[in-house]
């Protein structure tokens, strides 16, 4: 009994062995089949693609020519032409002139006005948030903020980022307005005071029960109406077209070093939106405001092909530094 039960596990052995060597071979063999399949496959696809590039021909190599060979087209034909032709980027017109010009040109001009500067300043320091809410700030010694010296700061929205930098930086006396906050007027810290007040055209509580003053009346209050303001920082969400011509028209800018603003047009695009928005920059050209530092804000992108074929902003960012006001 024991020898048949040997014999019998010996025959299973052999069987398994000859299994688990079967299922081996096969595997190998369907593996070997699987690559070539691939293979014939892959040669199929690059002979197809061989033919095709046979057919499309390969773009020849560009040729550099010398500088002196260089010669702008004599008529512009590119999808810019429209705004090299209109937009101005300096010496915007003023007066009657500017009023001749049509809308088209206008918007062309106030884009490309906002996207370029006309002075250098070699050192700018980047004040608050390097997104939304952070500032540049002219470090250059005519334009530096120096202690004992004074910055505005207009527009918060509970980002006291660009603020504290200023005091820490500069160890200025920084005054910040906004009264859309929930916040009290009240001392924040040692060297920052917080005022619920907004600036406007002129003094008045509006429908929001908001507390406007110009900057004339704020500066008699602080008891600055004789002071230099180092740097004045506006993001006012469109109170920046009444309070900014009014600051000119009291001469209110001529004591003031930097500026720095954040223009609001949304979709606005006819003449009489354009005029009065593109006559302010003309006036703080005039009043010897130069731009040193200019920024789209990605919050307000938008697309105005008729206008200009690029990506544009309903909110731009301008610095400025007064050359009226070097020592």
């Given at each position: 009994?024991?020898i048949?039960?040997?014999?019998?596990?010996?025959?299973?052995?052999?069987?398994?062995?000859l299994?688990?060597?079967?299922?081996?071979?096969l595997?190998?063999?369907s593996?070997?089949?699987?690559?070539?399949?691939?293979?014939?496959?892959?040669?199929?696809?690059?002979?197809?693609l061989?033919?095709?590039?046979?057919?499309?021909?390969?773009?020849?190599?560009?040729?550099?020519?010398?500088?002196?060979?260089?010669?702008?087209?004599?008529?512009?034909?590119?999808v810019?032409?429209g705004?090299?032709?209109?937009?101005?980027?300096?010496?915007?017109?003023?007066?009657?002139?500017?009023?001749?010009?049509?809308?088209?040109?206008?918007?062309?001009?106030?884009?490309?006005?906002?996207?370029n500067?006309?002075?250098?300043?070699?050192?700018?320091?980047?004040?608050g948030?390097?997104?939304?809410?952070?500032?540049?700030?002219?470090d250059?010694p005519?334009?530096?903020?120096?202690?004992?010296?004074i910055?505005?700061?207009?527009?918060?929205?509970?980002?006291?980022?660009?603020?504290?930098?200023?005091?820490?930086?500069?160890?200025?006396?920084v005054?910040?307005?906004?009264?859309?906050?929930?916040?009290?007027?009240?001392?924040?810290?040692?060297?920052?005071?917080f005022?619920?007040?907004?600036?406007?055209?002129?003094?008045?509580?509006?429908?929001?029960?908001?507390?406007?003053?110009?900057?004339?009346?704020i500066r008699?209050?602080?008891?600055?109406?004789?002071?230099?303001?180092?740097?004045?920082?506006?993001?006012?969400e469109?109170?920046?077209?009444?309070?900014?011509?009014?600051?000119?028209?009291?001469?209110?800018?001529?004591?003031?070093?930097?500026?720095?603003?954040?223009?609001?047009?949304?979709?606005?695009?006819?003449?009489?939106?354009?005029?009065?928005?593109?006559?302010?920059?003309?006036?703080?050209?005039?009043h010897?405001?130069?731009?040193?530092?200019?920024?789209?804000?990605?919050?307000?992108?938008?697309?105005?092909?008729?206008?200009?074929?690029?990506?544009?902003?309903?909110?731009?960012?301008?610095?400025?530094?007064?050359?009226?006001?070097?020592?």
């Amino acid at each position: 009994m024991q020898i048949t039960r040997g014999i019998m596990n010996g025959r299973y052995l052999k069987v398994l062995v000859l299994c688990i060597i079967g299922g081996v071979v096969l595997h190998v063999f369907s593996t070997l089949l699987d690559m070539k399949n691939t293979s014939n496959k892959l040669q199929t696809l690059l002979t197809e693609l061989s033919k095709e590039r046979k057919d499309v021909p390969f773009p020849k190599p560009l040729t550099s020519r010398p500088f002196s060979g260089r010669k702008m087209p004599d008529v512009d034909t590119s999808v810019l032409a429209g705004v090299r032709k209109k937009g101005l980027v300096k010496n915007l017109p003023r007066g009657e002139q500017l009023k001749a010009m049509d809308a088209d040109g206008i918007w062309k001009t106030y884009h490309s006005y906002t996207d370029n500067i006309d002075i250098i300043c070699e050192r700018r320091l980047r004040m608050g948030k390097i997104g939304n809410g952070g500032w540049e700030v002219c470090d250059d010694p005519p334009y530096r903020p120096i202690k004992p010296c004074i910055v505005y700061s207009f527009g918060i929205n509970f980002d006291f980022s660009f603020d504290d930098d200023v005091v820490k930086s500069y160890e200025c006396d920084v005054y910040s307005f906004d009264p859309s906050m929930s916040m009290k007027t009240q001392r924040r810290k040692r060297k920052n005071m917080f005022y619920k007040i907004g600036i406007g055209g002129k003094d008045e509580t509006n429908d929001k029960k908001w507390q406007l003053m110009t900057l004339t009346s704020i500066r008699k209050m602080l008891n600055h109406s004789k002071s230099i303001i180092d740097v004045l920082k506006m993001d006012v969400e469109k109170s920046e077209w009444a309070s900014v011509p009014s600051m000119l028209e009291a001469g209110e800018l001529k004591t003031v070093r930097q500026l720095l603003l954040e223009f609001h047009t949304g979709w606005q695009k006819t003449y009489e939106e354009g005029l009065s928005k593109l006559k302010l920059m003309s006036d703080l050209e005039q009043h010897g405001f130069r731009r040193f530092a200019v920024n789209k804000n990605p919050s307000c992108m938008l697309r105005i092909p008729r206008i200009f074929p690029l990506l544009r902003t309903g909110c731009q960012e301008v610095h400025f530094v007064n050359i009226n006001l070097l020592p």
